[in-house]
């Protein structure tokens, strides 16, 4: 006869629910970091086609759905940090890229979110400063155009300090290269508009 311990039954029971809960949790947070990241693209949209204030009503907006989404991360863990890092990224790009348009302030947000995102979210925004420069040229805006490269400059610099595998932070090496070549790309831009 086999033996079954006496509460063996519960415990199934209460993986099961867990489980279940899991489940739940992990359908509503996908939504939730949907929009988190459609906000966020949103943002860096609204700044690079001039709607400063739209892009703060955005921002307003990703940032009460950020706080939502932390509210999963000390209940669902085992989910939470996979189904996030995207959406961070994203979160962390438009706020870095927000800040240096509109206070010429290179700064790491004070989010509570994972080092690899704020990484890898900044190398992104050097992407969209390098599309903000071009306009600013195509506007004959030198001297704020090379007020951007420098931004770019100094999140190239600070980035290529960083040598990590992609267990601990993904992507990012590809992402410094990009930033490389954005930087050596926009550089170049200038000079030929200057011309």
């Known amino acids: 006869m086999v033996r079954v ?3 063996f039954e519960n415990k199934i029971e209460r993986i099961r629910d867990r489980l ?9 947070l996908i939504k939730l970091t949907r929009e988190l990241k459609k906000n966020s693209t949103l943002v860096i949209s609204r700044i690079n086609s001039g709607e400063m204030e739209e892009a703060e009503k955005i921002l307003r907006k990703a940032l009460h759905i950020f706080e939502t ?3 999963f991360e000390r209940d669902y863990p085992e ?32 989010l509570d979110v994972q080092p690899s995102s704020i990484l890898t979210g900044l190398a992104d925004a050097a992407g969209e400063l390098r599309r ?27 980035l290529v ?3 990590y595998p992609d267990r601990i932070v993904p992507g990012l090496k590809g992402k410094i290269d990009m930033v490389r070549f954005a930087l050596e790309r926009t550089k170049s831009d ?6």
Request: charged content about 40%; overall charge negative; aromatic content about 12%.
């Open 190 to 195: 200038f000079i030929s508009a200057r011309r």
């Open 5 to 7: 311990e006496e509460d």
């Open 132 to 158: 903000y420069t071009l306009d600013l040229l195509r506007k004959s805006m030198f001297e704020e155009a090379e007020e951007m490269m420098e931004f770019i400059e100094k999140i190239y610099s600070s």
């Open 69 to 71: 989404v932390k509210s």
């Open 79 to 110: 989910i939470y940090y996979p189904l996030t890092r995207d959406s961070m990224q994203e979160l962390v790009e438009a706020l870095v890229f927000y800040e240096i348009v509109k206070k010429k302030k290179l700064s790491i947000p004070e």
């Open 161 to 163: 300090t960083f040598s």
């Open 20 to 28: 279940d809960n899991l489940d739940k949790a992990r359908e509503e």
